[in-house]
């Protein structure tokens, strides 16, 4: 079960350091577990895991097709491999290992892509994610989770320990904004219903969680009601929440840190036009490139904010006051 946080402020806790504590837990209990990292140890700040476990952790160097590839024979022998690199390099440079080493192969193997999308800021557009989720959705039997906060971390990376198959998590690698209080657990597959609505249902993922708690109080002061899920699994995403919330607001907004071409907006869609075919705006990347910029000012670049999912409400209101949809 989840608890929602009364205030949303950022998390003292950088992500990164939960996830390095999470594998340290992991370790503790399991000989089987290993880190891999593509030449980025220090900043998955995973340094205290490779001094730990200097015989479980493996640094391959800027050479991450290779990493996948000894992930999966890490995987055969038994061993549960926890492979990281940054977002960008975790999925375009590996999309065929992952593919067929791992995938195809059906191999137990877990992939930590970190700085998705806008988080990337200084790094700029060659290392700036939009697309990697939609890479991964395209490879068939993988799970893609994109983690919300550090709480959502430490529950998540233990449970993808116990489940044997490929996990693709996207987590930003710094201070991620607080939404779930401690001692907080989730269901894979499921998306967390955070605020209840009867008018429209916004839902969202990753950074654009708290974006979207912000609109919904927005919207209370235009007598709107807004329903508010974190969609946190993508792949397989949840078909049944997704259907409920078409059928009962009847008009869905979904918010993204993401390319909206392959994204969670598609997914959505592709969800709700299979049984409950309701109006759809999409809050994400308009199939643009990045480029360099503090987090906050690239927010405001791609329309990532609060201001953006309300406006993509009062956009979608009127398509369902048409009468075009009804159950």
Known sequence: MFKVCDTFVKSPTLMRDTYCKALMDLAAENDDIVALDADLVSSSGMKPFFSAYPDRAINVGIAEANMIGIAAGLSVVGKIPFAHSFGCFATRKTCDQVMISAAYAKLNVKILGSDPGVTAAYNGGTHMPFEDMGVMRSIPEITLIELTDPVMVQDIVRQVADIYGVHYLRMARKNATAVYE?????????????????????????????????????????????RVVDMFTWKPIDQELVEKCARETRAIVTAENHNVVGGLGSAVSEAVVRTSPVPVEMVGVKDRFGQVGTEEYLKNEYGLTAAEIVDAVKRVLPRKKRGLFSF
Request: aromatic share 2%.
């Open 182 to 226: 401690a001692g907080s657990s989730f269901e894979i597959g499921k998306g967390n219903v955070l605020l209840e609505g009867k008018d429209v249902t916004i839902i969202a993922s990753g950074i654009m969680v708290s974006e979207a708690l912000k609109a919904a109080q927005s919207l209370k002061n235009d007598r709107i009601s807004a």
